[in-house]
């Protein structure tokens, strides 16, 4: 008899963008002439850029042809696309990473949720809270949480985000084995300094944990006293594995390509204390379950690193931000306070009610969707994520939508 992970039956609900998708469909069949706005899922509207497109469509010509046509490309990624990454992503910002210690992947959040397959089931994982769902869910189909109480698995040590805090968690007074940080933060948009940073790593370091670092949305950071990178903090590489992606930076959601950073010196260990490089266990992985991303998409990725890529995909975030900046300005406006949006395309917005009835009232009242905090973790309750990744227009359009309704958007 074929049985199932019984880890799976734990999880309480569908994946949060899943559950909005579904609201919205079915809201939409029941409401065919509502015209509806989307500011919940953060994916891209803005097109590839010119210089990215122009190298795909190279790419994609040699492979047209018997003298440049390539076949499987190395499981960890093109050597041009790891040394561009290394250059421009890292030393350029005085971060210690070689082209070896980068693995090009599809996606940041399948290396996120794939990369706990290298640690022991039985270690203790702290969460922030509210958290991108990824990271949670994966642990509890790996068997590492208990099930689901009053609102909280068992077993997670959770990091609670809250005002008092700034939504950012100070590592924990007990022993954690494996923390996952996001910054800037989805949901909350939040930053975190260089002093904040620093004392993580230095409780990794004191405890032999592992600080898994999602930077997906690092190219939205400018204030320049912010750190771009985990590893610009002494003594990270060996504590911290690193997560990017060309999603949210190049417009490659559709596209697909992202990299995870490990560096040499970082070590887990086995029940008898021997020390185990993460780069060869992760090299293993990769070589064993994935054949690569395809040439011309790597090819595409490097083109975000020559001087016009740089400006077009700055061009990107710069208009994001744009969109990010009216959005804060007029929920605050119409009375919900509100974090992010600034060094960030998210923007926290405390709407002062059950974030699940928030979104059903805004997406009846406005047509507006956006996502419910409480979808991020027990800590979100009472805010809705809104995200700026739309064009000027439907942005605008939304803000008017919910302004001409705000007074019904209340308790
Ligand atoms: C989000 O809306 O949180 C993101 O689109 C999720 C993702 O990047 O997978």
Redesign the pocket.
Known sequence: MIRINENYTKLVSTYL?SEVARRVDEFQKSHPDRRIVRL????VTLPLTPAVVAAFQAAVAEMGKDATFRGYGPDLGYDFLRKAIAEGDFRAHGAEVSAEEVFISD???CDTANIQELFAVDIRIAIPDPV?P?YVDTNVMAGRTGPWRDGRYGGVIYLDCTEDNGFVPDPPRSRVDLVYLCFPN??TGATITRAQLAAWVSYARASRALILYDA?YVSYIRDESLPQSIFEIPGSRECAIEFR?F??TAGF?GTRCAFTVIPKECMAWDAEGGAHPLHELWSRRMSTKFNGVSYPVQRAAAAVYTPQGLKETRGLSDFYLGNAKIIRDRMTGMGFPCIGGEDSP?IWAQVKMDSWKFFDLLLDKAGVVV?PGAGFGACGEGYA?I?AFNSREKVELAMEKMEAVASELRE
């Open positions: 963008f919940g899922i953060g994916d996606g940041s959040k991108y990824v989805n949901p997906a992606s999603s949210k959601t998210y996502t994520r995200s």
